[in-house]
């Protein structure tokens, strides 16, 4: 018997293959953004918090500066940041707000309390806003400063 050839080697006979061949759906182009603005959800609840303010605070206050002053009452609330402290009292901190020429930043630790002492030097009004979500948080008119 002849041994055959190594190249010969393999398998002889027809090889069946499976080609599936499948449509491929052409990809759809995007459609362009109809608006040049994109609000996402963080910074949303804060617009939310910026149309509650009142009218006299909205007129030289703009929204992104709104922002910015919002995201910063949380952190000082939350202890993220050190804020400059203008006046204490037994369960408040008062603290100068950058973006509000006359207007404060003051944070509670009992917002039920009927009666507040602050001890500074400045001279501090009634409260102009108070969040919603968080009523520790409040905008105080500041007198000396206005």
């Not at 996402?40 to 703009?62: D, H, Q, R, V």
Request: glycine share 6%.
């Amino acid at each position: 018997m002849r041994v055959p050839q190594i190249n010969y080697l393999g398998s002889f006979g027809v090889l069946k293959k499976n080609n599936n061949k499948t449509v491929e759906e052409p990809i759809e182009k995007p459609l362009p953004i109809e608006h040049d603005t994109v609000t996402f959800a963080g910074k949303s609840k804060y617009i939310k918090k910026y149309e509650t303010l009142p009218e006299e605070i909205k007129e030289i206050l703009s929204p992104k500066d709104a922002i910015d002053m919002f995201q910063n009452m949380d952190f000082l609330t939350q202890g993220k940041i050190k804020g400059k402290e203008i006046g204490h009292g037994d369960s408040l901190k008062v603290y100068e707000n950058p973006w509000l020429k006359g207007y404060d930043i003051l944070i509670l630790n009992d917002p039920k309390a009927q009666k507040q002492t602050i001890y500074s030097t400045s001279t501090f009004g009634d409260s102009v806003w108070c969040d919603k979500d968080n009523t520790k948080i409040q905008i105080i008119r500041n007198i000396t400063a206005a």
